[in-house]
């Protein structure tokens, strides 16, 4: 929590020095262009790259396999979007690597050197403290109600 609450007080600072000293170097005019300009290609950027991994995601289920590193790369594609639309230098920096198909990659392959999947109840072949568990592959799990004919 403590590192969360100072990214939110020093990357405002940060943008606020660099801005001022851009502003200085070049105007404040040109200035404003930079970060609007960014802000509209990186719009560009999101749609384009969203939609392709949108088609990836539907190629994987097609397949019947888990899109699970492109909903990752979706992850990505959203915060980088917040971070381009967010007024500022280097926040765009962050923005563009999480849009960009080879930094946004390696963003998500280091996110998942890091996480650790923990499997418990109610999640993947756990029932949740229902039923029992077997390894039976002829067992179909499922939910039945009884409906009389009256």
């Not at 939110?8 to 801005?19: A, G, N, R, Y």
């Not at 849009?99 to 993947?124: D, Y």
Request: proline share 6%; aromatic share 4%; charged share 15%.
């Amino acid at each position: 929590m403590p590192t969360l609450l100072i990214a939110f007080v020093t990357v405002p600072l940060i943008e606020l020095f660099l801005l001022i000293e851009v502003g200085s170097a070049i105007g404040a005019l040109p200035t404003i262009g930079i970060c609007l300009l960014t802000a509209m290609m990186g719009t560009g950027l999101l749609r384009q790259q969203g939609l392709q991994t949108l088609g990836r995601a539907r190629n994987n289920l097609d397949q019947g396999t888990l899109p699970a590193i492109e909903l990752l790369e979706a992850v990505a594609l959203v915060i980088g979007g917040v971070l381009l639309l967010t007024p500022g230098l280097v926040t765009d920096v962050f923005g563009f690597a999480c849009l960009l198909p080879a930094s946004r990659h390696f963003l998500v392959r280091l996110a998942l050197s890091r996480l650790e999947v923990r499997i418990g109840p109610g999640g993947p072949g756990g029932h949740g403290g229902r039923g029992r568990e077997t390894d039976d592959p002829h067992v179909i799990e499922g939910d039945y109600e009884r409906r009389d004919n009256d």
